[in-house]
């Protein structure tokens, strides 16, 4: 289902969701999407867990450009563990998760996965 940078920056603040979107750089041999779990939620992110599990880290400076200009939101990708930008020209909503939701699918299905196995959920 296809969402709008307003609604995914919204859903973003109090869930987790799991996105499909076009890479703005494609990668040769790889999908040209690019799958996630994602967050900007604090409360989650600033958690033990957060800090301990998803290694969450605040931001320390600004990005040297205007994200909105280029149709992306900036956002804590779970599974690399970093900020990433999102190209939302033709981004999807696979699925959103609330907090003990989300917690429960990582711990069973996020954090056993191998790094191949993370590799290509990214890339599915």
Do not use: H
């Amino acid at each position: 289902m296809q969402i709008g940078r307003d609604a995914l920056r919204t859903l973003l603040l109090s869930n987790v969701a799991e996105i499909r979107f076009f890479r703005r750089r494609p990668i040769e041999g790889k999908s040209p999407t690019r799958r996630m779990l994602c967050t900007n939620c604090v409360d989650l992110l600033n958690s033990y867990n957060g800090r301990m599990t998803l290694n969450y880290l605040p931001p320390v400076l600004m990005p040297k450009f205007n994200p909105n200009s280029e149709n992306l939101i900036i956002t804590w990708d779970i599974i690399m563990q970093n900020y990433r930008c999102v190209n939302m020209d033709g981004c999807s909503l696979v699925k959103s998760y609330a907090g003990d939701e989300f917690w429960k699918y990582f711990n069973e299905t996020i954090y056993p996965m191998t790094t191949q196995q993370k590799m290509t959920f990214m890339d599915t």
